[in-house]
């Protein structure tokens, strides 16, 4: 297939590059010359902007931050009138579910098919093409995209027919990760402040009861200063921001989500946040704590 791919951060450039592996043919763009060249190094072709890249192509996957990005590529840069009629859009964007089912309402006017398919499985996941999509769209929305999610991941979960449940999917799962990744600093904080050996707390979380894919997963990168992100500390404000606003609109009480933003906003606040999700850890050492990361005088 002809994809327009844009978004070539730390996962959606890994992504195109498992399109291209597939055999598929790939014209991106990203706001980062850095991000274009690796593309090129894959074998892509860079656009010159996201209408360039959509024009003729018949999908195009959307891998930006937020909903405010989403609409301006689709609607204000004009990449949805570029598409053919009939094009998927295949948006692996988190975002509030409100946002997603007016997107895709908008997509779906214009003659488009759109799949509200957020991912999760991290750079690592991305580059090995075994992703995890929380999808949710018509069912010829699924069959068209079939071919990149397959390319692209290793698990596909039918959310819904239309969007929205994908992104709700999504904000569920970010509250577990959002949690699981601030108990992992603390845990790792508290430790080190306690006196005992960063990398010797890991080694015994990872092989017990305490341990978890978070601890896992980001315990090793905590040990470091974090400045190559592969998932950055405003992406949990975001996220457990959107947790917090769903949760208020629906009456329901996410405490332990509440005291998890926290964290990751005074990481933020402390300059942290483009940093490594790893370093929420920053919150706790600008409280007096020890440095988790190697190195500490």
């Known amino acids: 297939m002809k994809i327009a791919f844009v978004g070539l951060g730390a996962m959606g450039g890994h992504m195109a590059a498992a399109l291209l592996r597939d055999g598929h043919e790939v014209e991106g763009f990203d706001l980062s010359d850095k ?66 089912e007016r997107i895709g309402g908008a997509v779906a006017a214009r003659g488009r098919l759109f799949l509200d398919a957020p991912v ?16 949710s769209g018509s069912e010829a929305a699924f069959a068209t995209a079939k071919p990149l999610t397959d390319a692209m991941g290793s698990n596909v979960f039918v959310c819904g027919d239309g969007p929205g449940p994908g992104s709700t999917m999504k904000m569920v799962h970010q509250l577990a990760a959002g949690c699981n990744l601030a108990v992992a600093a603390e845990v790792m904080s508290f430790g080190s402040h306690l006196g005992l ?83 929420a850890t920053r919150f706790y050492e600008g409280l007096g704590g020890k440095r988790v990361r190697k190195g500490d005088t």
């Open 197 to 279: 050996d960063p990398q010797r707390v890991l080694d015994v979380l990872n092989v017990s009861a305490g341990g978890s894919w978070m601890i896992g997963n980001r315990g090793p990168r905590m040990l470091t200063e974090g400045e190559e992100a592969t998932s950055a500390v405003d992406i949990f404000v975001k996220d457990l921001g959107i947790v917090l606003d769903a949760a208020r609109a629906n009456r329901f009480p996410v405490p332990v989500s509440a005291a998890a933003l926290q964290v990751f906003l005074g990481a933020s606040g402390a300059g942290f946040g483009g940093h490594d999700d790893s370093q």
């Open 35 to 100: 991000a274009l060249q690796q593309l090129e190094g894959h074998g892509g072709k860079r656009a010159a902007n996201a209408a360039d890249a959509c024009s003729g192509a018949e999908a195009l996957v959307l891998m930006v931050v937020n909903a405010a990005q989403a609409d301006a590529v689709l609607f204000e840069s004009g990449a949805l009138d570029a598409l053919p009629s009939g094009a998927l859009v295949l948006s692996s964007v988190t975002m509030p579910t409100a946002d997603a």
């Open 120 to 135: 999760s499985g991290g750079a690592g996941g991305a580059e090995r093409g075994a992703l995890t999509f929380m999808a």
